[in-house]
């Protein structure tokens, strides 16, 4: 037999391997059931991100003490203490530990928002304007909240592990500059104001149905959105200040599927300012309706 037999049989041995390391790195994301890559532990993803989110935060122009900054953090800690309640009366308590939320609103015209792991979540100034409520604004936490529980950036990274490295030795590469090199790469903060890189559309779609149940969980109505939405359309179509449409779903395709999962986010919803504890409702459920991804926009800029 040749060199290169052998050298075939040896990249298919190491190929096997890496398939059976990914298959059991899987994990399933709350509420739309998702199997999903996990090759980072949300420790892991938590420190690499903390470092970047405070070096951002000490030349962030946050608002503070007014009436909007007061009612970012009231929105924010209502849903996140209705998820942490959520969690607690079902038993998956253990997912969300170690988590430090914060809510804060950066002095910015930009109709962004962006999220980090383990609860950091900032709004931009310029998307008050279309949020116009409390409740549109619970759309937009929910939707980032969303983000962090679903352990997107996680997810994410492990991609690019997977992509890169075959997905050997994850938690070493994370203690090292290439662990660094990654976190740029998923996160990209520090580089603009802008801060987060782009999702991908399959988990913008899945952080806009686990947005509007936890907005739900926390007594906010999730009907709302649907307006949120088309406002938000207007904006980004007469405002070179967003974004939001380069790398997100087109605002149609959005609106469409939000009014396709509301029959089961306002299961979650019993009423303005009631938090739903109910056990009878998994945290952890069948998937969701297949998500379209298709997309003719390929720009990359970076966005909410």
């Known amino acids: 037999m040749t060199k290169t037999y052998y050298f075939k049989m040896a990249k298919l041995s190491i190929m096997t391997i890496v398939a059976l390391i990914i298959l059991q790195a899987c994990g399933s994301v709350p509420f739309t059931g998702r199997r999903q890559l996990s090759l980072v532990s949300s420790e892991q993803i938590m420190a690499l991100s903390l470092q970047q989110y405070q070096d951002y935060m000490r030349s962030a122009p946050v608002e503070r003490n007014s009436a909007n900054a007061e009612m970012v953090k009231r929105v924010g800690t209502r849903i996140a203490a209705a998820v942490e309640t959520f969690y607690k009366s079902n038993g998956y308590e253990s997912e969300l530990k170690n988590y430090s939320w914060e809510f804060n609103l950066v002095k910015d015209k930009s109709v962004n928002a962006f999220a980090m792991p383990g609860g950091k979540i900032v709004v931009y100034e310029g998307l008050l304007p279309v949020t116009q409520s409390e409740e549109g604004l619970a759309v937009v936490v929910g939707h980032e909240v969303a983000h962090v529980i679903a352990q997107h950036s996680s997810e994410r990274m492990s991609q690019q592990i997977a992509l890169q490295y075959g997905g050997s030795i994850a938690g070493g590469l994370l203690g ?40 739900a969980l926390a007594g906010y109505n999730p009907e709302v959105a649907v307006s949120f939405w088309s406002r938000m359309a207007q904006s980004s179509s007469n ?53 379209d991804t298709k997309s003719s926009n390929t720009s990359e800029k970076w966005s909410f």
């Open 176 to 215: 090292n500059s290439i662990g660094s090199q990654l976190g740029q790469q998923v996160f990209g903060i520090g580089a603009q104001l802008g801060v987060m890189l782009p999702y991908a559309r399959k988990q913008e779609y899945e952080a806009d149905e686990i947005g509007l149940i936890v907005m």
């Open 239 to 291: 405002s070179s200040n967003s974004d939001f449409l380069s790398t997100h779903p087109t605002d149609q395709k959005r609106i469409d599927r939000i009014k396709q999962v509301m029959p089961r986010a306002m299961e979650f919803y019993q009423g303005p300012g009631k938090v739903n504890k109910d056990t009878s409702k998994t945290i952890k459920t069948e998937a969701s309706p297949k998500i």
